[in-house]
Nanobody, 119 residues
Framework: QVQLVESGGGLVQAGGSLRLSCAAS????????MGWYRQAPGKQRELVATITRSGSTDYADSVKGRFTISRDNAKNTVDLQMNSLKPEDTAVYYC?????????????WGRGTQVTVSS
């Protein structure tokens, strides 16, 4: 099992910044892509950004140019730097990792951290 713990969420004004962090622990061997997803009230959970072990990134169009995802493979952490935040960024943000080990592929999710952006 992999345990994921997110931190860094909070309440900020529009135009402000937050940095989310996610630390993976437990059975960390075989972790591949790490990423951040978010879910706003009444909306479907959506991809925000992902990053591979080699550092290749993918971003949702709505956050390109404002958010930056990064990871530290030695520490098994993934961060999301969020700048120029907008009220529509308000959501619960979830850390996700996929793990492939001994022929098994599994997804693991954190419990989520609330990000609220006020006008």
């Amino acid at each position: 099992q992999v345990q994921l713990v997110e931190s860094g969420g909070g309440l900020v004004q529009a135009g402000g910044s937050l940095r989310l962090s996610c630390a993976a622990s437990g059975s960390i061997f075989g972790i591949n892509t790490m990423g951040w997803y978010r879910q706003a009230p009444g909306k479907q959970r959506e991809l925000v950004a992902t990053i591979t072990r080699s550092g290749s990134t993918d971003y949702a169009d709505s956050v390109k140019g404002r958010f930056t995802i990064s990871r530290d493979n030695a520490k098994n952490t993934v961060d999301l730097q969020m700048n120029s935040l907008k009220p529509e960024d308000t959501a619960v943000y979830y850390c996700k990792v996929d793990r492939s080990y001994w022929g098994r592929r599994s997804d693991y999710w954190g419990r989520g951290t609330q990000v609220t952006v006020s006008s």
